[in-house]
């Protein structure tokens, strides 16, 4: 959304938070933003440890740099799921609106592995005023389409190149990886991990964490196995790539969204590393590319009337937009209640 703020002549100042600011990358679009330690869970092993992830939860000081963080000067906080920024509205009172993948969990959408903690977080770990959801459908609710950070020039000039697959499973051990993929030789395998240099082990090759990189070879695979995120999905499912999700198990969000991948016929899952799921998939035909359109460009314009609970207007316009959408036809949704 930072072009189309820009590009709208709209000041817009950045705070992320959440991972240590050396191990930011693709952060420039932002200029000179501010960091904050935040919140994150514990992951190990393709896990989140919840006692863990509430032992090292550093409340105390996200609290205090919520109440420290100066909000004089501004007409809306915008939190991506983003607890410094939203906690500083909330104890400031000022209006503040959610756009991220989590608010549409206020909906009655697609869950796996919800229980009493993950609910807890989805409620409180960045409370807004306002919320805007964004998923793959709408499901018949007010959620929009997701956000697509692609060069859509670099996607109109470059070809797929027949049997690379990109691999990102941070989660996951690096030689766990290397032996899931190593029988699978007619295929070239580029797998973003946390090394550097880059090295390769036959067909299999290790790079380090690099955005630019990392989109060429996205756009000319021809498909992804990655944790059930919602961005890099997305970006796959605008693309036409094949799509294999390993939700990292214990996570409320990415369970559900590897449910929702397989309810919509969309991707297929994976719960852990097997050979035999793996090669079914390698040889599966391609799917369709569902190209998401301008939803930075149709949620600035949005956000500039200043109409934050007419969602339901808004999501009708996106999805209408999207020819191959079969929620494109619906026209109730915007009185679905959250």
């Known amino acids: 959304m930072s072009r189309a703020f820009e590009r709208r002549g709209i000041r817009v100042d950045y705070?992320?938070?959440g991972r240590a600011r050396q191990d930011l990358f693709g952060v420039e679009c932002f200029g000179e933003f501010q960091h904050r330690r935040g919140l994150t869970f514990d992951v190990r092993h393709g896990r989140v440890r919840y006692l863990h992830t509430a032992m090292k939860l550093p409340l105390a000081t996200t609290l205090k740099d919520a109440a420290a963080l100066d909000l004089d000067g501004y007409d809306l906080v915008i939190s991506d799921f983003e607890p410094v920024t939203a906690w500083a509205a909330r104890l400031k009172r000022r209006p503040s609106l959610g756009i991220s993948h989590q608010c549409a969990f206020r909906y009655d959408i697609p869950t796996d592995g919800a229980n009493v903690f993950a609910r807890t977080v989805l409620r409180f770990f960045a409370p807004v005023t306002y919320c805007l959801g964004l998923h793959w459908d709408s499901f018949g609710f007010p959620i929009i389409p997701p956000l697509i950070d692609l060069d859509e020039d670099a996607v109109a000039r470059?070809?797929?190149?027949?049997g690379k697959i990109v691999v990102y499973l941070p989660f996951e051990h690096r030689d766990d990886i290397l032996s899931f993929l190593a029988p699978f030789t007619c295929h070239r395998f580029v797998v973003?991990?946390?090394?550097?240099p880059s090295y390769s082990r036959g067909h299999v090759q290790f790079r380090a964490y690099d955005k630019a990189a990392f989109q060429e070879d996205l756009i000319s695979s021809e498909g992804v196995v990655c944790n059930a995120g919602f961005e890099l999905p997305s970006e796959s499912l605008h693309l036409g790539k094949r799509l294999l999700v390993k939700?990292?198990?214990g996570q409320m969000e990415q369970l559900s969204n590897a449910?929702?991948?397989s309810d919509?016929?969309?991707g297929?899952?994976?719960d852990s590393l097997n050979h035999d799921i793996l090669n079914e998939w390698l040889n599966s035909p391609p799917p369709p590319p569902r190209p998401f359109g301008d939803v930075s460009g149709g949620v600035v314009d949005w956000l500039m009337e200043g109409r934050f609970d007419e969602t339901g207007r808004l999501a009708q316009r996106l999805w209408s937009a999207l020819a191959w959408s079969r929620g494109s036809?619906?026209?109730a949704f915007a009185l679905r209640p959250a």
């Open 247 to 249: 939700p990292v198990l």
């Open 192 to 196: 973003y991990m946390g090394v550097d």
């Open 268 to 270: 297929r899952r994976l």
């Open 264 to 266: 919509l016929d969309y």
């Open 15 to 17: 705070l992320l938070s």
């Open 329 to 331: 036809d619906r026209t």
């Open 158 to 162: 470059t070809t797929t190149e027949p």
């Open 259 to 261: 449910k929702a991948l």
